[in-house]
């Protein structure tokens, strides 16, 4: 299965930038059959989806209405990693942020968030406290 390993959280103010990597490998088929996504859970919340895209070549990423503006996520496909580019935090996204993967076919546009959530494999997790 894919193995996910997500770096780059941290303590933040409000205001601030941070930057989270996640590296994969392990992909049972070639890396272009899969989406990587970001979630976050913040105490006593569910997981929330943060951000998706595809490994392909090419795309665009997809973002929760909370981030949209703000987070900007990126890949590197021949390292087989996903950025999620942090900007203007608030004390909401105070969270444990999560990398993930499920092949793409798997994933239906509007409800993209589900199909990561019911079959991806997961990284085991960055904490990000954005704080005063």
């Known amino acids: 299965q894919v193995q996910l390993v997500e770096s780059g959280g941290g303590f933040a103010h409000p205001g601030d930038s941070l930057r989270l990597s996640c590296r994969a490998r392990n992909f049972e088929k070639s890396s272009d059959y899969y989406s990587l996504g970001w979630f976050r859970q913040a105490p006593g919340k569910g997981r929330e989806g943060v951000s998706y895209m595809t490994m392909r070549r090419g795309g665009t990423p997809t973002y929760a209405d909370s981030v949209q503006g703000r987070f900007t996520m990126s890949k590197d496909r021949a390292a087989n990693t996903v950025y999620l580019e942090m900007n203007d935090l608030k004390s909401d996204d105070t969270a444990v942020y999560f990398c993930?993967?499920?092949?793409?076919?798997?994933?239906?546009?509007?409800?993209?968030?589900?199909?990561?959530?019911?079959?991806?494999?997961w990284g085991q997790g960055t904490q990000v406290t954005v704080a005063s």
């Open positions: 993930a993967a499920v092949p793409t076919p798997l994933i239906s546009t509007s409800q993209w968030a589900e199909a990561f959530i019911d079959f991806a494999n």
